[in-house]
């Protein structure tokens, strides 16, 4: 009895508390790294397994008709822009340098990319460094974002419903 309730207590913190989920991700050298924090961070983070990456696979000679969409995929886009709309962004910092080799194309980008140096209430730590000479990509990001699991309990029955 006091095992169950143990374990439901513990269930109940952990749709309850918030989430926390880390990414850092680094172009040149390639660098994937995936952090946890359950229970708000009061258990500290767990690095999760991650692949080694692949090569991508070699394109067919020749294309067939594309297959009607699985209802997974179908429903897929609803989930994710659910997920997102709930998930709030604590941290983003990191650099990026980059160049089209094109000074028109290059500041184009740049200016695509300023809400993310800027939009986040000016809290950003997104460095963005155009090139305006040469074609290039590399740099490093970390993003730290949170959500309470509990609120993605209706996306996710909506998710199931649609697929089932």
């Known amino acids: 009895m006091v095992a169950g309730l143990a374990v439901g207590m513990v269930a109940l913190a952990a749709l309850v508390l ?3 989920l880390a990414v850092k991700i680094g172009i040149d050298p390639w660098l994937f790294d995936l952090r946890l924090a359950p229970f708000a961070g009061l ?6 397994p991650h692949p080694a990456p692949r090569p991508p696979p070699a394109t067919p000679a020749r294309r067939s008709p594309p297959p009607r969409l699985p209802p997974i995929l179908r429903a897929l886009p609803d989930l994710l822009a659910a997920v997102v709309d709930r998930t709030r962004i604590d941290r983003l910092s990191g650099t990026l340098r980059f160049g089209t080799g094109d ?3 290059t500041g184009q980008i740049l200016g695509w990319l300023m809400p993310l140096a800027f939009g986040i209430g000016g809290r950003s730590g997104l460095h963005l460094v155009p090139d305006f000479d040469r074609a290039c990509l590399a740099g490093d990001a970390e993003v730290v974002l949170r959500v309470i699991p509990l609120r993605l309990a209706g996306p996710l029955f909506r998710f199931w419903r ?3």
């Open 18 to 20: 918030p989430l926390r």
């Open 43 to 48: 258990v500290g983070w767990l690095r999760l």
């Open 103 to 105: 000074p028109g194309l």
């Open 162 to 164: 649609a697929v089932r």
